[in-house]
């Protein structure tokens, strides 16, 4: 992280003491501040509550919604900080031709509050972006409304660096690419590795399908007979006539 000044120093460890904040939450809020030009911070700062927003004139809130001495305190306090950045130099200049220097990022960004270098691979942040050069090649990315804390890189590559926010641990290959960075054109072809889904098997009725069927089937021809049995019975009785009988006997065979 870029260095303080020494009325950079000053600043800080004022606050501190006034606001009973440790040093690193007093520097937490001012990197907060001077990422929104001094007139909007977004923090993640245990000892204020955790995530909140600050807006010079505007609203301010934080983790309790309800705790006024608390937005009061954030308010004051952000208020200073933006007045410390508008009046004095609160960060070391970057040296030129250190790892540091301003002279990879494009110029245009003016002076970032904070910077590093690991292996081949160093960034700077500045106010909504964020550069980073990799073997050479610089990329600007835009950071949204995140409020960058620090930047981690596991391997070589853009796709490894990673930094923290209010929202967490992101990867830096997430964010909207403004200049520089390879084109969508660059990107391999996605691969197919599903496997081919087997071919349908036909279906043939099992025996015991068969065996219910012929159940069905016997079952059927008892009813007739029982029926067959009752007609014969009614026309016994003189309620139907033999030929109602016969005919109704036909029809139930039939049905056979």
Not at 25 to 49: D, K, R, T, Y
Not at 88 to 94: D, G, I, N, R, S
Not at 201 to 227: C, K
Request: hydrophobic share 35%.
């Amino acid at each position: 992280m870029q260095n303080l000044t020494q009325d950079g120093q000053n600043l800080v460890n004022s606050l501190s003491r006034r606001y009973n904040l440790s040093f690193d939450a007093v520097m937490h809020m001012l990197i907060a501040v001077n990422n929104g030009s001094g007139s909007m911070a977004q923090f993640n700062c245990p000892e204020l509550g955790g995530g909140g927003q600050w807006m010079r004139g505007g609203m301010t809130m934080v983790g309790d919604m309800f705790n006024y001495g608390l937005k009061s305190t954030v308010d004051n306090l952000c208020n200073e900080l933006a007045n410390g950045l508008a009046s004095m130099q609160v960060f070391m200049p970057l040296p030129k031709g250190s790892l540091s220097s301003n002279q990879w990022w494009p110029g245009d960004l003016g002076q970032p509050f904070s910077s590093g270098a690991q292996n081949s691979t160093r960034y700077a942040i500045f106010p909504n972006r964020l550069a980073v050069e990799v073997n050479g090649q610089v990329t600007v990315y835009d950071t949204l409304d995140n409020n960058i804390g620090g930047i981690s890189q596991q391997q070589g590559g853009n796709s490894s660096l990673t930094f923290s926010s209010q929202y967490g641990t992101i990867l830096v290959s997430s964010l909207p690419v403004v200049s520089g960075g390879s084109s969508a054109s660059s990107m391999p072809a996605p691969q197919n590795n599903f496997v081919e889904p087997p071919a349908p098997i036909a279906y043939s009725p099992t025996p015991a399908v068969q065996g219910a069927q012929n159940v069905t089937n016997t079952a059927s021809v008892d009813e007739v007979i029982q029926l067959i049995e009752k007609l014969a019975k009614l026309r016994d009785m003189g309620a139907i006539s033999d030929n109602e009988y016969n005919a109704k006997k036909t029809d139930l065979l039939n049905r056979i």
